[in-house]
């Protein structure tokens, strides 16, 4: 198996499926994890170094932290739903304590924080919603946590993409620290597929084909994205969902796509 894709275990003690860190993907930002919680149950971590935005994909939560409390938040039971999430970013130097109200399913994404902004709730309300590409690329994006709005290194996005397209695509990159041309940012994608049964695929590749894997990815697998470019096919059938982390020594999103696809933006 590629060291690229990380697949769900069975729920530890607190519930979590997936753990990605910096330590294990090889990098020095990003930070992923995914819990699922009954109803009753609930975590609580330290936030340490980490500024963290916590993304209930399905489910209703309180969550708290040192200063806050945020009562009963989440509405979707399902992310095919295709409402825009609930989220709760939390600094450094901080905790959370959530306790699930109903089945929960959250995504915890972290990178280094500085201490500039304060815990808030990111309500549906707050999450820009754009449609994005057209015909077989064409897809739905919730933009949860832009660089338009206060975080010290977080990029967190959500993706909604039809069965039989294609999106992160005409493909495009953010590996190179040379702003203001591009940014150097490191990525996660956290998948769903509707039906669960169901795959997408996903090529991570570079120029000079150094990196160059191709992987079938399933239900709530998460691909890593050190470099290079990195679209994502869906296969006839079944719709995509995937969950964005981006991070990187400076928070902004500047991207150039591949140099011999990009005829593809040309409108015919």
């Given at each position: ?183 150097y940012l490191e990525e996660t994608y956290y998948h769903e597929l509707n039906p ?73």
């Amino acid at each position: 198996m590629s060291k690229l894709l990380v697949k769900p275990q069975a729920p530890n003690q607190q519930g979590k499926i997936l753990d990605v860190t910096p330590e294990s993907a090889g990098w020095k930002y990003v930070g992923f994890e995914v819990y699922t919680l009954k109803s009753g149950e609930s975590i609580e971590n330290q936030t340490e170094d980490k500024e963290i935005c916590l993304v209930l994909l399905t489910g209703k939560a309180t969550v708290k932290t040192r200063n806050e409390v945020f009562e009963k938040v989440g509405k979707r039971l399902n992310v095919f739903e295709k409402i825009p999430p609930y989220s709760i970013y939390i600094p450094n130097n901080d905790f959370y304590h959530l306790e699930a109200l109903t089945e929960v399913k959250v995504a915890v994404c972290s990178a280094p924080g500085k201490g500039n902004y304060s815990a808030r709730l990111i309500g549906p309300e707050d999450v820009g919603m754009e449609d994005r590409g057209s015909g077989k690329m064409s897809r739905k994006v919730h933009n949860i946590l832009p660089e338009t709005e206060e975080a010290d290194s977080l990029l967190v996005v959500e993706v909604f993409t039809p069965d039989g397209n294609t999106s992160s695509y005409p493909p495009h990159k953010h590996d190179q620290d040379n702003l203001p041309e591009e940014s150097y940012l490191e990525e996660t994608y956290y998948h769903e597929l509707n039906p669960s049964q169901g795959f997408a695929f996903q090529r991570i590749y570079n120029d000079d084909r150094s990196l160059d894997e191709t992987m079938a990815v399933e239900h709530q697998n998460v691909v890593l994205v050190p470099e290079g470019y990195h679209p994502v096919s869906c296969v006839p059938g079944y719709e995509s969902y995937y969950l964005n982390v981006m991070a990187g020594p400076i928070r902004t999103w500047k991207f150039n796509n591949e140099i011999a696809h990009e005829w593809l933006f040309v409108t015919k």
